[in-house]
């Protein structure tokens, strides 16, 4: 059986892969390199880069020194980025199903219901993007990891409120929290980061760091689909909910275990410039 391409697809990925690679090139064109402020800096890089034995020792190395402040923002991201997956999975599915009340993929309301929620998915990238403009400000105010908790939060609630849903119209309002907690966890982690990282292992540490989102979506391809099978049933809107679950989870460990300094929640500086960092792999 072959899949007939629509041209829309087509030049949707065509645009998506002209805007990526424009994106990249303009970085590497026009981002400067400034010179490290410690002149001891690249002797002690070329210490620790001794071969594939010493790069593998400096890993390991590296895991067992990590800063406090990094395992705990790891484990933040270990819960929230499962919650994410799952919305990608399953949450176009969910709404053709039980919003829309669709049958199978055969089903004429069902393919209704799937591309609703597809529009509704996208819509919450545009809440992000609005959303970002006012972040930096709000962390001003509240603290990073109080902006991150509530956002997180928000994230959650919205992903939890698509099973109360009666009125399609209403999924743009659980998606609208979607696009709120996006827009933090593309740029708070990063930002709780910031100053407790060695200078000399920044690199390593950020490699590391990333190690906590795609692990999750490792587990959640090779185990979840057993687990909607024999245990959920196939109920995708309880894999949704779940996935809210686990970003409450992800909110109350970043709230209760982050401790923030007082000059660190008043550094105006840094927040100002928190940079929106898109490190997703779907």
Known sequence: MFLIESENVKWSFYLGAFFFLSAVLYTVFTTK???????????????????????????????????????????VQFFTWPGLFLMWFYYTTAVAVNVFHGKDANDAIYAKGADFGSLTLSFYSVVTFLFALILPTIADKLGRKLTHSLCLLCGALGLISVSWVVNKNLLFVSMTGVGIAWA?????????????????KVGIYMGIFNFFIVLPEIIASLGFGWLMKNV???????????????????????????????????????????????????
Do not use: W
């Not at 010179?35 to 034995?53: A, I, M, Q, R």
């Not at 933090?184 to 000399?200: E, Q, T």
């Not at 949704?240 to 460990?253: D, E, H, R, T, Y």
């Open 33 to 75: 390199e400034y010179p490290p402020s410690d002149l001891g800096y690249k002797d002690k890089v070329k210490e620790s880069n001794k071969g594939f034995g010493g790069g593998v020792r400096e890993i390991f190395s590296a895991l067992a020194n990590m800063p406090k402040r990094m395992r705990i923002v790891s484990l």
């Open 184 to 200: 933090s966890i593309l740029s708070m982690p990063y930002a709780m980061l910031s100053g407790s990282l060695p200078k000399d």
């Open 232 to 282: 959920l049933h196939n109920d995708r809107l309880a894999a949704v909910k779940i996935g809210g679950g686990l970003m409450i989870l992800a909110a109350l460990v970043c709230y209760i275990f982050i401790r923030e300094k007082q000059k660190e929640k008043m550094d105006e500086e840094l927040t100002g410039k928190l940079e929106i960092l898109e490190e997703r792999s779907v």
